[in-house]
C-alpha cells in the first residue's frame, strides 16, 4: 500500500524513452553472418543505445559481449525454426506480444520525437510544482485501519498514554511505515493522498488528530512530529524531472484521445 500519490509513468516508461530516440534509417550493415543469415549491425547498436539511455556504460568490452550474445541467440533461433517451434501455438502467441510491444515503443519514441516540450511549458510546471507543493514538508506518523471505529479507539488509547508507534508497529496496514512505527519521511503536503494532506496541515508540531481520517486506503490516526521550510532544487536542476510529466500527461491524454476514438466490442 502507498499512502504516497506519486504521478506514476505508464508502464511503458516515457523517462527511459526520452533518452532513446529513433536513429534514422541507415543501410543494414551486417554485424555478423551465422549460417548465412546476417545479423544486422543496428540490432546491436538499438541495443547499446538502450542501455546508455539508463546510464550502463559503452566499451569494446561490453560491445563484444553483446556481440557473442546476439550470436548466441541466433544459432539458438534458427535451431529452434529447424524443430519448426515457431508454428507452437504459445510461440505465436509471445512472438505477436512482442510485435505489439514493439509497436507501442515506436509510437511513443515517435511521439516524443514529434512533441518536444517547450521551455515555457517546463517553466509554468515549475511554478505549478512549487504551488503544489508550498513552503513546508512535515514528518509524520500514521495509523492505517480499516474501520473508523478502530480508528476512535486508537486515538482515546493514545491519549491514555499508550505510544503511537508501538500500535503502529502492532495493527496498521500501511506495511510501508507499519515496521518503523507508523513513521513516514520528510514530505511536503501535496504528496500525499486528500484529505490526508488536509488534515496534516492543521496540525501543530506534536498534535494528534482528534477525528479519525478517512481516504482511499482506509481510516488513518496522524500525529505530525515535526515541520521544517520546503527547500525545491532550482529549475535547471529538475528540468528533465519537469520534462518527464509533462510528456507522461500529454502522452497519457494522446492515449486517451485514441482509446474513445476506437471501436471496442
Not at 500519490?5 to 511503458?12: D, H, T, W
Not at 550474445?69 to 501455438?89: C, F, H, N, S, T
Amino acid at each position: 500500500m502507498q499512502l504516497i500519490k506519486f504521478s506514476q509513468l505508464m508502464a511503458i516508461g516515457i523517462s527511459g524513452l526520452i533518452a532513446v530516440t529513433a536513429a534514422q534509417a541507415q543501410p543494414a550493415v551486417p554485424m555478423a553472418k551465422v549460417n548465412g543469415v546476417a545479423i544486422p549491425q543496428s540490432r546491436l547498436d538499438f541495443i547499446i543505445k538502450a542501455r546508455a539511455s539508463q546510464g550502463q556504460p559503452d566499451t569494446p568490452e561490453v560491445r563484444r559481449a553483446l556481440r557473442d550474445d546476439l550470436i548466441a541467440e541466433e544459432v539458438i533461433a534458427q535451431e529452434a525454426l529447424r524443430k519448426g517451434l515457431d508454428k507452437d501455438p504459445e510461440i505465436i502467441a509471445q512472438l505477436e506480444i512482442a510485435r505489439q510491444t514493439a509497436l507501442v515503443r515506436a509510437y511513443q519514441i515517435d511521439y516524443i520525437k514529434t512533441h518536444p516540450v517547450s521551455d515555457e511549458a517546463l517553466r509554468k510546471e515549475f511554478e505549478a510544482l512549487k504551488a503544489q507543493m508550498g513552503d513546508k514538508e512535515y514528518k509524520a506518523r500514521h495509523v492505517l485501519v480499516a474501520t473508523e471505529a478502530e480508528a476512535k479507539n486508537i486515538i482515546a488509547s493514545i491519549k491514555k498514554g499508550t505510544r503511537l508507534d508501538k500500535i503502529a508497529q502492532e495493527k496498521s496496514m500501511d506495511t510501508g511505515s507499519k515496521s518503523k512505527g507508523g513513521e513516514l519521511d520528510w514530505s511536503p503536503a501535496g504528496n500525499y493522498v486528500e484529505p490526508f494532506a488536509a488534515a496534516l496541515t492543521k496540525l501543530n508540531k506534536g498534535q494528534l488528530t482528534e477525528q479519525p481520517v478517512q481516504t482511499p486506503f482506509g481510516w488513518h490516526v496522524i500525529r505530525l512530529d515535526d515541520v521544517r521550510p520546503l527547500k525545491i532544487p532550482p529549475f535547471e536542476e529538475i528540468k528533465n524531472n519537469l520534462t518527464q510529466r509533462v510528456l507522461q500527461r500529454q502522452f497519457e491524454g494522446a492515449v486517451n484521445e485514441l482509446r474513445a476514438k476506437a471501436k471496442v466490442e
